[in-house]
């Protein structure tokens, strides 16, 4: 049974597939916030916050980050294959994590409609109803990721997931907060955050540290010529 690693490409705009974010950053309500446009994306840093929530003074909600992770999947991945199984791991930086805003989780969905390029983020990926809201692994909490620039952070795939990574083209998996995926407004903390920063494609702690996307996969047998 095979063992093949997929890391989304480095630089502004990769050859095959992109990781990076997207956000809105305007003061305004959580659901103008939420299902807002985005008002920038980052294709090519060396980490970034995968899933941010922010908010300003008074009662208004500031800031949304969203992360997109895609895989080139489809040509190492026979047609016939059956995956048997898959993990998606992040490297957590040292010292970017924040939870003043309490109890936050990170979710992997899958995009309903994916990116405008498949090796490029802009403002207009972020959109809400480009990103699912189905849980493609179990979520984890902020609160119990590892940050230490070193030790991956892994979400296993669920049946769900699994269906998900293309046997023909690019995985496109992207990264919520539970409590936008689900629309459920946090306890409010005027100048407050919940973030957590990953290493990306470009990062500088080496290529061991990268997003991967790990996926064991059985060929079918084939018979023996007699």
């Known amino acids: 049974m095979p063992t093949s690693t997929f890391f989304p490409d480095a630089g502004a705009a990769g050859p095959d597939t992109v990781d990076g974010i997207t956000q809105r950053n305007g003061v305004g309500t959580w659901g103008s916030v939420r299902a807002g446009a985005g008002t920038s994306a980052a294709n090519s840093g060396a980490d970034e916050r995968f899933v941010m929530l922010g908010t300003g003074a008074g009662v208004d909600w500031l800031k949304m980050n969203r992360g997109a992770f895609l895989f080139n999947t489809g040509p190492t991945i026979g047609d016939a294959d059956t995956i ?20 936050q989780s990170a979710r992997l969905v899958v995009f309903v409609t994916p990116p405008a390029s498949d ?108």
């Open 84 to 103: 048997d199984s898959a993990t998606l791991g992040l490297v957590g930086i040292t010292g970017d994590r924040v939870e003043t805003i309490a109890s």
């Open 119 to 226: 090796t490029a983020l802009v403002a207009g990926d972020h959109l809400a109803t480009r990103w699912g809201t189905a849980e493609q692994a179990a979520d984890r909490d902020l609160a119990g990721l590892t940050m230490n620039s070193a030790t991956y952070n892994d979400w296993t795939l669920n049946a769900t997931g699994l269906t998900n990574i293309s046997k023909t083209g690019k995985t496109k998996f992207g990264f919520r907060m539970v409590s936008d995926a689900l629309d459920s407004v946090p306890t409010y903390v005027a100048n407050a955050d919940a973030y957590a920063g990953v290493a990306m494609a470009d990062t500088a702690l080496g290529d061991d540290k990268r997003p991967r996307l790990v996926v064991p996969h059985t060929s079918p047998a084939t018979a023996a010529l007699t």
